[in-house]
Nanobody, 125 residues
Framework: QVQLVEAGGGVVQAGDSLRLSCTAS????????MGWVRQAPGKEREFVAR????????NYADSVKGRFTISRDNTKNTLYLQMNSLIPEDTAVYYC??????????????????WGQGTQVTVSS
């Protein structure tokens, strides 16, 4: 059984920052490409960011590039998302997801094999 637990969401004002975390258990964390995916009300799940297994190759959606930073600490089995300059359009439930059998299609939510329950981020104007 794989468990992914997100934390760090909350209600903030535009321009503020939040740091999300996702802690994994029940598997070898370092074996998985890890990503963040979000879902706003009435919209499909949207790729946000992903990090390579070794923690040195990040990729971002254009909508968050330059504002969000993904990182991972394999010694702690933890994935992070530092979110700066938040805007109301960032409001969504944020999920961490693990890609065990990566095909390189990190931008496709169907790529991911394991999901957390999500943490709510609300950005007011």
């Amino acid at each position: 059984q794989v468990q992914l637990v997100e934390a760090g969401g909350g209600v903030v004002q535009a321009g503020d920052s939040l740091r999300l975390s996702c802690t994994a258990s029940g598997r070898a964390f370092s074996s998985d490409v890890m990503g963040w995916v979000r879902q706003a009300p009435g919209k499909e799940r949207e790729f946000v960011a992903r990090m390579s297994r070794t923690g040195d190759i990040p990729n971002y959606a254009d909508s968050v590039k330059g504002r969000f930073t993904i990182s991972r600490d394999n010694t702690k089995n933890t994935l992070y998302l530092q979110m700066n300059s938040l805007i109301p359009e960032d409001t969504a439930v944020y999920y961490c997801a693990a890609d065990r059998f990566s095909t390189g299609n990190y931008f496709d939510t169907r790529e991911y094999d394991y999901w957390g329950q999500g943490t709510q981020v609300t950005v007011s104007s």
